[in-house]
């Protein structure tokens, strides 16, 4: 959600001719995130968020744009997206891909209380049953070969104790076989900076845009390692225990998601390591950036490593 690519309320102004929103008031970049550009718009007819997409190319997007339509005509409470004049989600804004999409109510937690991991849990679950009906697929992009060469490239760059640490867990993960688990459309990024509350209430889910197929319980796992992790890389158990309890009473996990748990949070809190130490190596010039620290999911890896959590 960083800034990369400026734009001005000059060509914003004009490609908003193409939408009926009425008249351009304000807007202004979000700094937090790091992975596409975005925007908060104002028109004389509401509020939205406008995103510029940084990585993906434009044959990804449908897969991400439709899937919010159509978990939003299920009630999910997630960003919708705007059609323009011909009717297409999806137009080019300063050479980049971009969509606009409503603006939802709320803000994200720092400190989120068992109570809001719980409503969390509860949605997740009804985003993955809502999505068992959409159509389309897209492998995970950031998924096994992605890590294999993603590491290929930072190893020369990492201290010794973090190449062994790193080149002996994707060795580890490349054995594991989690298409056997339940699958279907996952988040894939449901960090608590992506969840809004209004008085105290779950208001809406955003940033789908690594959103792919894979299995629930890794997204679940995903969830976790940032809900639910405290300062000293340990789960806390009352807020782990409440975000799998909303989670588990719309949709009970099988026997085999059980028995692979401590697996899928390692994996999920390698993905996270790895992006980071990415970014934080070879880092991308942007207006406003905002780049988080890899060390605080090495320091988790480490811990699900040294001390596996069962799934009880």
């Known amino acids: 959600m960083s800034v990369f690519t400026t734009v001005s309320r000059e060509q914003l ?68 997206p705007v059609a323009n004049l011909d009717n297409q989600f999806i137009g080019i804004l300063n050479g980049k891909p971009a969509c606009l999409a409503s603006r939802l109510e709320g803000a994200s937690l720092d400190e989120p209380q068992a109570e809001h991991c719980f409503q969390l849990g509860e949605l997740l679950a009804d985003m993955h049953l809502a999505a068992r009906s959409y159509p389309a697929r897209m492998s995970n992009p950031r998924g096994l070969a992605w890590w294999q060469a993603t590491a290929s490239e930072l190893l020369p ?28 459309v996952i988040h894939a990024d449901l960090f608590r900076d992506n969840a809004l509350f209004q008085d105290g209430r779950l208001s ?18 995903i969830a976790v390692n940032d809900w639910c992790v405290q300062p000293d890389a340990t789960l806390d158990s009352v807020r782990l225990s409440a975000l799998l309890q909303g989670y588990r009473q719309t949709r009970p996990l099988s026997t085999e998601e059980s028995a692979a748990w401590p697996l899928l949070l390692r994996a999920a809190a390698l993905r996270f390591w790895l992006s980071r130490l990415y970014d934080a190596h070879f880092p991308r010039v942007g207006e406003l950036t905002y780049a988080k620290d890899p060390e605080h999911f090495r320091r988790i890896l480490r811990q699900h490593i040294a001390h596996p959590a069962q799934l009880v």
């Open 13 to 80: 102004g004009a490609w908003l001719k193409h939408y009926s929103l009425g008249a351009l008031e304000d807007f202004q970049g979000i700094a937090s995130g790091i992975e596409n550009t975005n925007y908060f718009v104002t028109t004389s007819h509401g509020r939205y968020v406008l995103t510029l997409f940084e990585k993906l190319q434009r044959e990804q997007l449908p897969f991400l744009i439709d899937l919010l339509a159509h978990l939003a005509a299920h009630g999910i409470p997630c960003p919708r």
């Open 157 to 184: 760059r990492l201290p010794a104790e973090d190449r062994a640490m790193l080149d002996a867990e994707i060795r580890y993960q490349s054995l594991q076989d989690y298409d056997r688990l339940p699958q279907g």
């Open 204 to 221: 809406g889910v955003v940033d789908f845009y690594s959103a792919c197929n894979g299995a629930w319980a890794y997204d679940l796992a």
